[in-house]
């Protein structure tokens, strides 16, 4: 606990500083633009968009709903304006700095070099924007060497990471459900964090009526991921998923048709958030057979040799949101043996989705929102 307590005020003394930096070349640029304008509606705008995600997680209890809604979705807005205000703003520093070395009087630097640098923040949001907001179909082709009962093919249609919440909602919800229909997949997998984090949006606005337009003839699959466990609410999440026809896979094996295993995995975050232990996976898989082709759902795509060698045939994850703006895919690359897209590991099938929402900003640089059309072929022997 005292190391947990020793980052946190590591982590907030930088966020400070770093935001301090951040608004004082702001407030230059405001007066530069603005001479003689009071300051307290920069300082306004600047505190709402740099603080407003985390004052609405801190006030969630005490705000009524619909003012938590707009200052957490502002203040989505807003981390994206830092994240990539820290990576522009050193670079418009140093530009302004040498327009003044070249001769250049200071505030028409500063004017030109701050105009630059929102009009590249303004293109960046809009590409991501579109990137986040018009998710992609990513088709896998994929052969299993075993049978599965008269199965000669299996069409999953997966989506991981919907984050649904204040900012994505039922008309997200709908894209996910048309592109479903337009596939005609026989089995639907939903490999963790449906929910943003608080399980109250998705009650209020009735998302659960728009997801359980999901069908397919052999169900609807989920796992829970980090952010269910965030928000809490385990118990009744289950329960209205279960209500609106998707199995949620807690630590469970279920055989389908007598052909097929689907093996849903409690997320890592179980042990920090519960104090619960979660199956390893080969305990889990203990009185499976091996002859038949296994398919795990594990939110988070740690430990993929584990899988391997319990027999999984194929294992589908999401969480790492392929780093969602760049460049931090640059991190999760290092972190994860597989941050995105495909592997093949031993006769183990791995894939790793972006996920069809996001978080926090709704920007994707580097990314595409994206549902997964994989299509399995069973070549096992008679």
């Not at 998710?135 to 997966?158: F, S």
Request: no cysteine; hydrophobic share 45%.
């Amino acid at each position: 606990m005292g190391k947990r307590i020793m980052w946190f005020g590591v982590v907030l003394i930088v966020f400070i500083g770093l935001n301090a930096y951040l608004a004082w070349l702001g407030y230059r640029y405001w007066q530069a633009m603005l001479p003689g304008a009071p300051d307290w509606p920069y300082a306004g705008i600047y505190a709402v968009l740099a603080f407003g995600y985390i004052a609405s997680m801190l006030l969630h209890r005490v705000l009524p709903y619909r003012p938590y809604k707009l200052l957490k979705t502002i203040g989505a807005y807003g981390m994206g304006v830092v994240f990539y205000g820290l990576l522009l703003t050193p670079l418009a520093h140093l530009a302004g700095g040498l327009l003044v070395w070249g001769g250049m009087e200071e505030g028409a630097a500063i004017r030109i070099a701050g105009s630059a640098e929102l009009a590249l923040l303004a293109f960046l949001f809009l590409k991501g924007a579109w990137n986040a907001w018009n998710p992609v179909i990513r088709r896998y082709d994929l052969e299993i060497d075993k049978r599965a009962g008269d199965r000669e093919e299996l069409r999953i249609v997966a989506a991981s990471d919907l984050h649904l919440g204040t900012t994505i909602g039922k008309r997200h919800i709908a894209k996910l459900t048309k592109r479903v229909a337009e596939l005609g997949p026989d089995l639907v997998l939903l490999p963790g964090d449906v929910l943003d984090d608080s399980f109250e949006p998705f009650v209020r606005e009735g998302m659960g009526e728009e997801l359980s337009k999901l069908k397919a003839p052999l169900g609807v699959y989920a796992v829970l991921g980090n952010h269910e466990y965030i928000g809490g609410h385990i118990t009744d999440y289950v329960a209205k998923m279960r209500e609106i026809g998707i199995d949620v896979l807690l630590d469970r094996v279920e055989l389908v048709e007598g052909a097929f295993y689907i093996a849903g995995r409690k997320d890592h975050a179980v042990e920090r958030f519960t104090g619960e232990a979660r199956q390893p996976v080969e305990v889990l898989l203990a009185e499976a057979d091996r002859a038949r082709p296994i398919i795990l759902l594990d939110h988070q795509p740690h430990k993929l040799g584990a899988a391997m060698e319990a027999g999984v045939d194929l294992m589908l994850s999401g969480h790492t949101h392929r780093g969602q703006m760049l460049p931090n895919h640059l991190i999760t690359r290092r972190l994860f043996e597989l941050d995105w897209g495909y592997l093949r590991k031993g006769a183990m099938h791995a894939v790793v989705s972006s996920g069809f929402g996001f978080w926090g900003p709704p920007i994707r640089l580097g990314s595409r929102s994206e549902v997964l059309d994989i299509r399995i072929a069973f070549r096992g022997g008679a």
